[in-house]
């Protein structure tokens, strides 16, 4: 397993995790993405990424569930909903998400997107007394710009920000324009999320490059070469850069089992060439 530094802190975090997106919304499927999360865990995948907003909380009553004899050996992240953002909002909400995880602290917390109703500098009084309290270890943010970054870790004081989780894939390199630059200069860990593009698309945001097209054709030349899957080297891609951490959803065995074979080759320099040409980041 590779393994990252959180920022500046000395805790050390699989480079893969394990997200939980559109877990928890279906009794039927429950009983499997418990058993994914599971396995997971044990292959070493123990970085698990949730938050109260999926499944209206049920993501986070399956990792409750999947994690509670294996707690200690698990780096917990949740976040709480822009609309939960007032002092008071902040505190019920991590209150909530304890209780639904069953678990006595949240190893890193994470406002999930910038609040057009309350003040950045309310949310993060909350999360320092969050901190102050035992009830969080680490604060982070989500969807933030630099600007929004800079100013989270003004008003958290001696607390730090140690993390920004952000859109990162193949075809969507956004976050290489500034919140990437900005992460390295001040030691803050970038968690990608949707490191496979969109499933199903969404909102006109792309999606992984489908069979047959140009794109699909590149990864998979790539991929004959490492003995791999397309996918794999668009995971392999995405944790090349030391900030890097990445949290593909993966609801069964096999997709794990594919996850972790991603680590086991390096791309050489000639194939990420091929791979900028191939989807260079929009300006």
Known sequence: MLYRRLANTSERIPAIGQGTWKMGENKVTEKQEIEALRFGIEQGLTLIDTAEEYGKGGAEKVVGQAIRDVRKEVFLVTKVSAKNCSYQGVLRAAEDSLERLKTNTIDLYLQHWPSEEFELAETMEA????????LVKNVGVSNFSPQLMQEAQHHLGSIPLVCNQVAYHLNDRRAERDVLPYCKENNLTVM?????????KVFGMAGFPETGSREREVLDDIANKYHASAYQVALNWVLRQ????????AASKEHIKDNLNALRFKLEEEDLEQIELTFPVIK
Not at 242 to 249: A, F, G, H, Q, S
């Open 127 to 134: 999360m320092a007394e969050l901190v102050r309290k035992s």
């Open 192 to 200: 990608g999320y949707s490191p496979f593009g969109y499933a199903p």
């Open 242 to 249: 030391e900030p890097l951490v990445t949290i593909p959803k």
